[in-house]
């Protein structure tokens, strides 16, 4: 019954396959990077079967090219490089994990990891530290061209508060020293008294233009 329910939602090709890693980077210089492990993950609740493909099979031995996966369970998948050669360097070979209902043939799902050879690990980190540095540098000599162009401006601008915040000031200061409504016994007009929310603005916007004088 479960297996009717569930069949029209496996359309071929379309079912996600996790697995991790998606990229295999082997060292010539670094024998433990020759021997990977790819985890197959199964999130779904019915058995996958697996089989594993490469572009260059001559190159690798898959431990258990084909095999099984619980339903949420993982396996692992052991691949080894076999061919260490500089004539393979930079080379960018391609698995494909392709993934079925154990029960039929179809293949409802599929995904690929691609694998690369690279001469040497302590190379590869140099260059990538270096490549982080020039990165670092050129941001370094933008922040300061763009603080150089902006020095005039800001002078300009610290120069003091304008015109229009002393004004606003002044406004909420006022706003406050007014009677609220319903106080009894005043000499205000009526309607220069002001609500408890209205004052409550002015003492916020009073705050905002503190903060901005203060900075400046």
Not at 7 to 30: C, K, M, R, S
């Amino acid at each position: 019954m479960q297996q009717q329910k569930r069949q029209p939602e496996l359309v071929e090709g379309n079912l996600p396959v996790f697995v991790f890693p998606t990229e295999l980077i082997f060292y010539a210089d670094d024998q433990s990077t020759h021997k990977q492990v790819l985890t197959l993950y199964n999130p779904y609740e019915f058995a996958l079967k697996f089989k594993v493909l490469c572009t260059t099979p001559s190159k690798y031995a898959v431990v258990d090219a084909t095999g099984a996966v619980k339903p949420q369970c993982c396996v692992d998948i052991v691949i080894r490089h076999r061919d260490v050669r500089a004539a393979y360097f930079g080379v960018i070979d391609k698995f494909r994990l392709q993934v079925s209902e154990q029960s039929q043939r179809k293949a409802l799902g599929k995904k690929e990891i691609i694998a690369t050879l690279l001469p040497s690990a302590k190379e590869q980190q140099q260059q990538k530290e270096e490549e982080e540095k020039r990165i670092k540098e050129h941001l370094a000599e933008s922040v300061f061209f763009e603080q150089t162009l902006c020095q005039p401006e800001n002078r300009t601008a610290s120069s003091g508060p304008s015109l229009l915040t002393v004004f606003l000031g002044i406004v909420c200061i006022a706003a406050l020293m007014l009677p609220t409504l319903g106080e009894a016994e005043s000499l205000v007009p009526l309607y220069l008294r002001l609500s408890v929310n209205q004052k409550l603005v002015a003492a916020y916007v009073l705050g905002l233009i503190t903060m901005v004088i203060l900075r400046t």
